[in-house]
């Protein structure tokens, strides 16, 4: 992985794909390279930026290319370098490809082509697959195109989204997916391939997503898609739901800021049209279909990674709580190796901002062959579990560039609010008078963000303190959990700092041996029902000289007393403090790491979207 573009039209092909690459640059990469046909195959790549790449570009209006491919490597097989960068070349030099995703036969099918005489160059999977798909071409004459890359993509074994151009057949970009996702973008006089919509919102609102097993052979006026038996379908165009504005940074020096800044809007577009306070009900046309299954399931099962398994966390202390349902939450990467114990009474919720997790895939697939209901949260339309899921919810916060998830996490766990409030009334766990009330909490909670981000200028002083602090504590009891772990993750992420959370009470057995006069430990206390034990536990922390740093309701003196830094979020229903208590800890995070001169977009070895195992 991590981003693949393509243009085929009467335009400058280098220039679409370079800014295309440009767009996908948040997804994480360490380097780039771009493929064209003008009379002969060119290739330039390199190690490093996509402004690299450019400076050895030329985009000249007479010699430009009207055909291209592109892509951003984020390295799985090969060190980051110039020759394990995509494109790669078959042996005559006639075909480029670039590949998100894993070839796992790749050294069977390397020790057959070497056995033919054909010499590798690079440590990368994806060059073993340019090879082999090149050598069928060449050995079956008698085959169209098409076919001949159908034959030797059934050889491939392994996860993967190319794209290739071919020297002799300079009027096609062909596409073939399976388990990394691709789109085409519809124009006119155009087409572009991408694996990601921000590179195509540009040029076109009109999208056609590519379904597992298939092929597609795209000209600039024209596309015609295949699936594995060669059989050819008819695809549905989409409405690319995205606006250029939403993709630019708006003025903010960085993207992940202005996500943060922007959670107030994404939160009440997420509750908007969902909720209704006068009547206390709760409308998820999404899960419609399936609602039955959800009220009826003996047990609910939450599969994420990363950020959206935080919010699972969120999610099970939700439904637990409100509606009185068994909730599991398993890390995606997990479930599918465990021989999960899973039948047609369980229910599955997959939560992936991407909708394309390729764990979370596994998972939401391993559960429906057991015969489970699969629900899912996904924040992108059209994407792959959006599509494969039996019913779900959009998260409709818009497109989130910084790889260090803020506005989604925000965005999940107000969706799981409704699921949970939603179930609790369909079981009668709670009354219609309750749900009222507790609408009008979460309705009260973007103008409580507000009042925070108000005040971000107190969360970058105290960062200013231990921006240089070399290991951080973050602590805190049953919905303040999952936040001291998502707090941690995001100052691991963004500033590279060793960070962890932990149950308050778990301190006791183990991380205090770590505390001392150097350890910043922060705690969270916005749940009254668990503050005398945090009170305990600060009590803890302070007699072994730690430095602490709480994020309180505002009444909250036990614990703000005590605190070498307090910082304060309005008051809210317990189950919905997560909401609050985060957005500081993601300032935290943001202000270390820009104090640190860290990328914050772009931290190093991450990608936003894992679309490998």
Same mark, same amino acid.
């Given at each position: 992985?991590?981003?693949?573009?393509?243009?085929?039209?009467?335009?400058?092909?280098?220039?679409?794909?370079?800014?295309?690459?440009?767009?996908?640059?948040?997804?994480?990469?360490?380097?780039?390279?771009?493929?064209?046909?003008?009379?002969?195959?060119?290739?330039?790549?390199?190690?490093?930026?996509?402004?690299?790449?450019?400076?050895?570009?030329?985009?000249?209006?007479?010699?430009?290319?009207?055909?291209?491919?592109?892509?951003?490597?984020?390295?799985?097989?090969?060190?980051?370098?110039?020759?394990?960068?995509?494109?790669?070349?078959?042996?005559?030099?006639?075909?480029?490809?670039?590949?998100?995703?894993?070839?796992?036969?790749?050294?069977?099918?390397?020790?057959?082509?070497?056995?033919?005489?054909?010499?590798?160059?690079?440590?990368?999977?994806?060059?073993?697959?340019?090879?082999?798909?090149?050598?069928?071409?060449?050995?079956?004459?008698?085959?169209?195109?098409?076919?001949?890359?159908?034959?030797?993509?059934?050889?491939?074994?392994?996860?993967?989204?190319?794209?290739?151009?071919?020297?002799?057949?300079?009027?096609?970009?062909?596409?073939?997916?399976?388990?990394?996702?691709?789109?085409?973008?519809?124009?006119?006089?155009?087409?572009?391939?991408?694996?990601?919509?921000?590179?195509?919102?540009?040029?076109?609102?009109?999208?056609?997503?590519?379904?597992?097993?298939?092929?597609?052979?795209?000209?600039?006026?024209?596309?015609?898609?295949?699936?594995?038996?060669?059989?050819?379908?008819?695809?549905?165009?989409?409405?690319?739901?995205?606006?250029?504005?939403?993709?630019?940074?708006?003025?903010?020096?960085?993207?992940?800021?202005?996500?943060?800044?922007?959670?107030?809007?994404?939160?009440?577009?997420?509750?908007?049209?969902?909720?209704?306070?006068?009547?206390?009900?709760?409308?998820?046309?999404?899960?419609?279909?399936?609602?039955?299954?959800?009220?009826?399931?003996?047990?609910?099962?939450?599969?994420?990674?990363?950020?959206?398994?935080?919010?699972?966390?969120?999610?099970?202390?939700?439904? *637990?709580?409100?509606? +009185?349902? /068994?909730?599991?939450?398993? %890390? #995606?990467?997990? &479930?599918? $190796?465990?021989?999960?114990?899973?039948?047609?009474?369980?229910?599955?919720?997959?939560?992936?901002?991407?909708?394309?997790?390729?764990?979370?895939?596994?998972?939401?697939?391993?559960?429906?062959?057991?015969?489970?209901?699969?629900?899912?949260?996904?924040?992108?339309?059209?994407?792959?579990?959006?599509?494969?899921?039996?019913?779900?919810?959009?998260?409709?916060?818009?497109?989130?560039?910084?790889?260090?998830?803020?506005?989604?996490?925000?965005?999940?766990?107000?969706?799981?609010?409704?699921?949970?409030?939603?179930?609790?009334?369909?079981?009668?766990?709670?009354?219609?008078?309750?749900?009222?009330?507790?609408?009008?909490?979460?309705?009260?909670?973007?103008?409580?963000?507000?009042?925070?981000?108000?005040?971000? *200028?107190?969360?970058? +002083?105290? /960062?200013?303190?231990?921006? %240089? #602090?070399?290991? &951080?504590? $973050?602590?805190?009891?049953?919905?303040?959990?999952?936040?001291?772990?998502?707090?941690?993750?995001?100052?691991?992420?963004?500033?590279?700092?060793?960070?962890?959370?932990?149950?308050?009470?778990?301190?006791?057995?183990?991380?205090?041996?770590?505390?001392?006069?150097?350890?910043?430990?922060?705690?969270?206390?916005?749940?009254?029902?668990?503050?005398?034990?945090?009170?305990?536990?600060?009590?803890?922390?302070?007699?072994?000289?730690?430095?602490?740093?709480?994020?309180?309701?505002?009444?909250?003196?036990?614990?703000?007393?005590?605190?070498?830094?307090?910082?304060?979020?309005?008051?809210?229903?317990?189950?919905?403090?997560?909401?609050?208590?985060?957005?500081?800890?993601?300032?935290?995070?943001?202000?270390?790491?820009?104090?640190?001169?860290?990328?914050?977009?772009?931290?190093?070895?991450?990608?936003?979207?894992?679309?490998?195992?």
């Amino acid at each position: 992985m991590c981003g693949i573009i393509g243009y085929i039209g009467q335009k400058k092909a280098e220039e679409i794909v370079l800014k295309g690459l440009k767009r996908m640059e948040y997804r994480g990469y360490d380097s780039a390279g771009i493929a064209t046909l003008n009379g002969g195959l060119s290739i330039i790549k390199c190690k490093g930026k996509v402004r690299e790449l450019k400076k050895l570009v030329k985009v000249d209006s007479k010699e430009s290319a009207q055909i291209g491919i592109g892509h951003t490597r984020w390295a799985t097989h090969g060190e980051p370098n110039d020759i394990n960068s995509h494109p790669h070349v078959g042996k005559l030099g006639k075909l480029a490809l670039v590949h998100n995703g894993i070839i796992e036969n790749y050294t069977s099918i390397k020790k057959k082509l070497e056995s033919e005489g054909i010499e590798f160059y690079s440590e990368t999977d994806t060059e073993a697959a340019a090879k082999l798909i090149e050598f069928v071409i060449e050995s079956r004459p008698d085959l169209p195109m098409e076919k001949a890359v159908q034959l030797a993509i059934s050889q491939i074994t392994g996860a993967y989204g190319f794209a290739m151009i071919h020297s002799d057949y300079p009027d096609r970009i062909l596409v073939a997916r399976k388990g990394s996702p691709l789109l085409i973008g519809v124009g006119e006089g155009e087409m572009l391939i991408a694996s990601d919509a921000s590179a195509v919102a540009e040029y076109t609102d009109k999208v056609v997503y590519l379904d597992e097993g298939e092929l597609a052979v795209i000209s600039k006026d024209k596309f015609q898609v295949l699936d594995a038996n060669d059989v050819e379908l008819e695809k549905e165009v989409h409405e690319l739901v995205m606006s250029l504005e939403e993709i630019e940074k708006g003025g903010y020096p960085y993207f992940m800021l202005k996500e943060i800044f922007e959670q107030p809007k994404t939160i009440a577009d997420c509750m908007r049209g969902r909720i209704n306070t006068e009547t206390g009900e709760i409308t998820l046309g999404g899960l419609t279909k399936a609602l039955d299954k959800l009220v009826d399931a003996k047990r609910i099962i939450i599969a994420a990674c990363g950020t959206s398994w935080h919010s699972a966390l969120v999610g099970e202390y939700l439904i *637990e709580h409100l509606a +009185r349902v /068994s909730v599991e939450v398993e %890390y #995606a990467s997990e &479930f599918r $190796y465990k021989d999960p114990i899973i039948d047609e009474n369980d229910v599955l919720i997959v939560i992936s901002q991407s909708g394309e997790t390729a764990d979370t895939l596994a998972a939401l697939r391993k559960a429906k062959d057991s015969g489970a209901t699969v629900f899912g949260i996904v924040n992108v339309v059209g994407s792959t579990i959006a599509r494969e899921t039996d019913a779900g919810v959009y998260l409709h916060t818009g497109p989130e560039i910084g790889v260090a998830s803020t506005k989604a996490f925000t965005g999940q766990v107000t969706v799981l609010v409704l699921i949970a409030l939603k179930l609790a009334l369909m079981k009668g766990a709670i009354t219609k008078e309750v749900s009222k009330k507790y609408i009008k909490a979460l309705r009260e909670i973007p103008e409580k963000i507000q009042h925070i981000l108000d005040r971000s *200028e107190q969360m970058k +002083r105290i /960062s200013d303190l231990f921006t %240089y #602090a070399p290991n &951080f504590l $973050y602590l805190g009891r049953t919905y303040s959990f999952p936040v001291a772990l998502e707090g941690a993750l995001k100052l691991k992420e963004i500033s590279y700092i060793h960070a962890e959370g932990y149950p308050a009470a778990e301190m006791k057995h183990g991380p205090i041996a770590l505390i001392d006069e150097m350890m910043p430990v922060v705690v969270i206390a916005t749940t009254d029902h668990t503050n005398d034990k945090m009170v305990s536990n600060i009590e803890e922390v302070k007699a072994r000289k730690g430095r602490i740093i709480s994020i309180t309701s505002e009444e909250n003196n036990d614990v703000s007393t005590l605190s070498e830094f307090n910082f304060s979020v309005p008051e809210t229903e317990d189950f919905l403090s997560p909401l609050l208590s985060v957005i500081p800890l993601q300032l935290l995070s943001y202000y270390v790491a820009v104090n640190r001169g860290c990328d914050v977009d772009q931290p190093r070895n991450l990608a936003k979207s894992v679309t490998v195992e």
